[in-house]
């Protein structure tokens, strides 16, 4: 039996959180505050390759390789973020190339974050690989709560100040 990693990437290892208070901010936490226009510019390769990691979080790709873990990354991002968010994960994160990136697709756009990332696992992951160890990395609580019924999960970013890789 093998384990993955499934790592959120906004709020878990990605810091995005002033531009997301930004845009609340502005928007005064209109329900329809993310318009396509408001997303490509959230999403842009500029704004992207200024966020920071989030503090601890680059232990999980060592903590993968150590447990001989898949480490898969599984956004809320939209796909047409694809190549920034790629870009952000070599550049800044420092994560492989080849690392498995699944993001929702443009016709999920409507459809509740839990509940897209639980499709997307569901499709990509669960239904290839039902036998599996899951653990996963989330910061967001109705995500957290759906994930849970299919294995570990580790809530972010509080997790990263307790995960020791064991060396050799």
Not at 36 to 45: A, K, T, V, W, Y
Not at 67 to 91: Q, V
Not at 147 to 155: D, E, I, P, Q, S
């Amino acid at each position: 039996m093998s384990t993955v990693f499934v790592i959120d990437i906004d709020g878990t290892i990605c810091d995005s959180i002033d531009r997301v208070k930004e845009i609340w901010r502005i928007k005064e936490n209109e329900p329809d505050a993310w318009t396509d226009d408001l997303m490509r510019e959230f999403l842009s390769e500029e704004n992207l390759m200024n966020d920071s990691i989030v503090p601890g979080s680059e232990i999980v790709l060592e903590l993968a390789k150590k447990c001989n873990a898949s480490p898969f990354f599984l956004t809320g991002r939209n796909d047409y973020a694809r190549e920034p968010t790629r870009k952000w994960l070599t550049k800044i994160f420092k994560a492989p190339e080849e690392t498995p990136l699944i993001m929702r697709p443009y016709d999920q756009k409507g459809v509740p974050t839990a509940q897209c990332k639980e499709g997307l696992f569901k499709k990509f992951l669960y239904s290839i690989y039902p036998n599996h160890t899951y653990i996963f990395f989330e910061d967001e609580d109705d995500t957290a709560k759906q994930y849970a019924k299919y294995g570990l999960v580790l809530r972010s970013p509080e997790c990263w100040k307790h995960i020791e890789v064991p060396h050799d």
